[in-house]
Structures are given as structure tokens and as C-alpha cells.
């Protein structure tokens, strides 16, 4: 282990966050390594909370890394502020842009409490309600509709504070009941949202919402895989870009997808879940009605094979302790069976998959990273395997103690690159930090 050196690349304090959790990360195609994270600006819990997309760059393969840059925040504090959660990237790399998605959720929201709905109208309006419950119709404008079309005194700013008259009333992001102004809210819902960066990951756009074309009204969260996408290079969806997320339904019960692209990411659409059709303990299931703990496919990663083929690995509660697989043959549209991959110890945490470049050897190595223990996030390990994802050849541990979510990533000099969560302190979670390892593939099939 001596050869192996972790740092800290995100820790409490940094940068005015009192946390920071759940790694993503890729390298460029200019080999740039951006890390995303969430900024968890009071403590380390989920939403309902004050949540920030940020990101740190390296431009020397993880040596040092640039500062923190802030992608997206919204309006509110604290426990009771709203979220941008659970960052996936993925780069285009026929046209060079980066894409980011994450899951914004208004305050007083999280994956439990989300209500079923997309959020939107028709024509793509944002709907926004009234202490009533009575809905209303935010234009690009930021001039607010009635649901018989008529304007009202209402506008809204691009930071979600709302004017009645041009008196303050109040932020749609705010959780319900928290400002005496209060006068329209988003609805209390998750969002999936897309951000992009056509210059390496300096600079970043504007959120755009995608809910209108990847959500059903019937589900009520949806959020990112997390981790990364990726991009077919291989068969007749060459170019499709790829996005594993995962979503619930009006039971609550979760089912992971992709969302895929085929006009570098003007447009997405959500192909289905491993669980539509799945036999389970013989009955046949359906992302939709679904109720059963056990039926759970929640965080996933993907990766494709030389063949063409999808290999997805999915985060699941059945009680195997161990990661499932699936496969795809039309470019993460339809699953085939889901089956458990039993050297893939698993302690229910989401864990990183990717493909390692071809070396002309005829091998096909893919590299999975999580926690190795079927009771506790602990033991980090990396695995390599040498024919596609059929047996895993050898394996490293990179962190003894806790290990949590992860992200690996191939640097441009060929050595691999982990992201992932470590805590020195068991009596105080908000003592995790992000941190980086790198090594090179001899090392981990020495």
C-alpha cells in the first residue's frame, strides 16, 4: 500500500461547506479530471437540505487541483433550504461539451417526501401553487399565467423570488411555511436537471430542466445515477450518450433506468427499467407498481463492451449482498434478466464501473470500485477484470476503513482514478472527506 497515496480533494470547512458527499468525476478528452460533488453547506445529510453542485479541476492528472467552483445553487438555508443533489458527468466527445445532471428538489423535499408529478405542463411551464393549492403557470418570461391563461400581478426572478405587484412574496424554492410572504411554490417534487460546458468544464450554463421528456407524472423522485454517463462507441447508437438514473413511484418504491440522448443532448429520453418485466421470485414485475423492498434497483452505473453491449451494475436491496447485473443490446432502451454478480460483495452502497481502454491485447478490462463487506461501507476495493465483467481477476484494497460512494476514472497517462468518501472519526459523519488515489494498472494486477 505504500505505493498509493490518498489526498483530500474535498473536506469540512472547505470553501464556506460544512460537508461534502457523493463523488462524480471523468476525465476530458484535453485530460482535464473534474471532480463533482455535493456542497452540504450545514452538515452531511440528504435533502431536505442546503445542497450545492461544485466542482474542483485538475489540469495534471490529480496532482493539484484548481478551486472550488460553484455550478448551482438555490434559494433557502440550512435544513430547510433547497437541493442540488447527486451529480453524474459525461463529456460528448464529438463535440467536446460536458454535461452535468443532478436532482433538484424545492426545500422541505428529499427522496421519501417527494410528491408524484413532473412539475410541468403541456407546454413545458413550470407549475406553481398557491396556499390554495390552486395552480398557476410560470412563462420564460417570468410573468406568472392563471390556469385560464390570463397574466397576473405575479413575476417571478431567475433565482426563484416572486413579486406580487413588485411587492416580495415569498421564493417558489422555499419550503412550505417558512416565509410570511409566502405566496407561490414550485411544486414539491424532484426535478432532473442538465447543466453543460463547452470550455473543459471552466465555465457552466444555466440549469435546464428535464423532467418534461424524462419523467412520469406517476413518479416521484428522480435523481442521477450517481457518478458518470457514458458514450456509445460502438454499434448502430454510436454517439448516444448515456445517463443511468433512478426514480420512485407513488409507493416509494425505486427502480433505476437510463435517459440517453441521441442529438448530443439537445434531447433526452428515458429507455426502461430493469425492473419492467423482470421475474422475481415469480411474479412479474413493473417499474410502476412495484411495492417490495426486496424489488429495489436504485443507484447504477454502465459501461458498454466492444460487442455493443450494455453492462449495467445496480445497487439493490433483495438481501444477497451482492451487485446485479443486466444487459442491453439496444443501447440501454429494454434490460435483459437481472442476475447477481456473486464476487461482487455488496453492503447496499452505490459503487463505480468503468471500462478500461483497449490495449490491442484482445483483453476487455473493466474496473469496479465499492465497499468490500456484505454488513458495513468499509474496505474500499478496486477490481479488475480481464474479460469483460465475467470473472475479476484481481483486486486491491485502496482504504481499510470506511469507504463510501466512489468514482473511477482513467487519466490520460493511463493510470486509473478514484473519488471517493473516507471518514476518520465514527462519532462525527460531517468528518468526511472526498479523496483522491491514483494508480496505475500494473499496480493492481501485480
Excluded at 49 to 68: A, F, K, L, M, Y
Excluded at 171 to 197: H, M, V, W
Excluded at 205 to 226: A, Q, T
Excluded at 229 to 236: A, R, S
Amino acid at each position: 500500500m505504500s505505493t498509493i497515496k490518498a489526498q483530500a480533494v474535498f473536506y469540512p470547512n472547505l470553501a464556506g461547506s460544512k460537508a461534502y458527499r457523493i463523488p462524480s468525476m471523468i476525465t476530458t478528452t484535453k485530460g482535464t479530471v473534474i471532480a463533482g460533488i455535493d456542497a452540504r453547506i450545514v452538515d452531511q445529510t440528504d435533502n431536505p437540505n442546503q445542497i450545492d453542485v461544485t466542482i474542483r479541476r485538475s489540469e495534471d492528472h490529480g496532482v493539484t487541483w484548481g478551486p472550488v467552483q460553484k455550478l448551482v445553487a438555490f434559494a433557502g438555508e440550512g435544513l430547510d433550504g433547497a437541493a442540488a443533489i447527486d451529480t453524474s458527468l459525461v463529456q460528448d466527445e464529438e463535440t467536446g461539451n460536458i454535461f452535468m445532471i443532478y436532482c433538484h428538489s424545492p426545500g422541505g423535499i428529499g427522496l421519501w417526501n417527494s410528491e408524484p408529478g413532473i412539475g410541468f405542463d403541456a407546454d413545458g411551464r413550470r407549475k406553481l401553487y398557491d396556499n390554495e393549492g390552486t395552480v398557476y403557470f410560470l412563462s420564460e418570461s417570468g410573468k406568472v399565467y392563471d390556469s385560464e391563461n390570463n397574466g397576473t400581478s405575479y413575476t417571478v426572478d431567475e433565482k426563484g423570488y416572486v413579486f406580487n405587484d413588485g411587492q416580495a412574496a415569498g421564493n417558489i424554492y422555499f419550503k412550505k411555511g417558512i416565509d410570511p410572504n409566502e405566496s407561490l411554490l414550485e411544486a414539491r417534487t424532484c426535478f432532473i436537471q442538465i447543466i453543460q460546458s463547452d470550455d473543459d468544464g471552466l465555465t457552466w450554463s444555466k440549469p435546464r430542466e428535464l423532467n418534461v421528456s424524462v419523467k412520469k407524472e406517476w413518479m416521484k423522485f428522480i435523481g442521477s445515477g450517481p457518478g458518470c454517463g457514458i458514450q456509445l462507441k460502438h454499434g448502430e447508437k454510436k454517439g448516444r450518450l448515456v445517463f443511468p438514473i433512478y426514480y420512485s413511484n407513488e409507493a416509494g418504491a425505486l427502480s433505476c433506468a437510463c435517459m440517453y440522448s441521441d442529438d448530443h443532448g439537445v434531447t433526452w429520453q428515458l429507455g426502461e427499467s430493469p425492473n419492467d418485466g423482470r421475474e422475481l421470485d415469480g411474479e412479474v414485475l413493473s417499474a410502476e407498481t412495484i411495492s417490495d423492498k426486496k424489488q429495489y434497483l436504485t443507484e447504477s452505473q454502465v459501461i458498454q463492451l466492444p460487442t455493443g453491449e450494455l453492462k449495467y451494475y445496480l445497487r439493490n436491496h433483495y438481501g444477497l449482498q451482492r451487485t446485479a447485473v443486466t444487459t442491453s443490446t439496444d443501447g440501454g432502451e429494454t434490460w435483459g434478466e437481472v442476475t447477481f454478480d456473486m464476487t461482487l460483495v455488496d453492503p447496499i452502497c452505490q459503487s463505480s464501473v468503468v471500462l478500461y481502454p483497449d490495449l490491442g491485447d484482445g483483453k476487455v478490462r473493466v474496473l469496479f470500485s465499492n465497499p468490500d463487506d456484505e454488513k458495513t461501507r468499509v474496505k474500499g476495493t478496486v477490481r479488475l477484470s480481464e474479460d469483460g465483467g465475467k470473472t475479476w481477476s484481481y483486486s486491491k484494497v485502496i482504504e481499510e476503513g470506511f469507504y463510501g460512494y466512489s468514482c473511477l476514472t482513467v487519466l490520460k497517462t493511463g493510470e486509473i482514478g478514484v473519488l471517493y468518501e473516507r471518514v476518520y472519526d465514527y462519532s462525527d459523519w460531517n468528518n468526511m472527506d472526498i479523496a483522491f488515489v491514483k494508480f496505475s494498472l500494473d499496480w493492481l494486477n501485480s
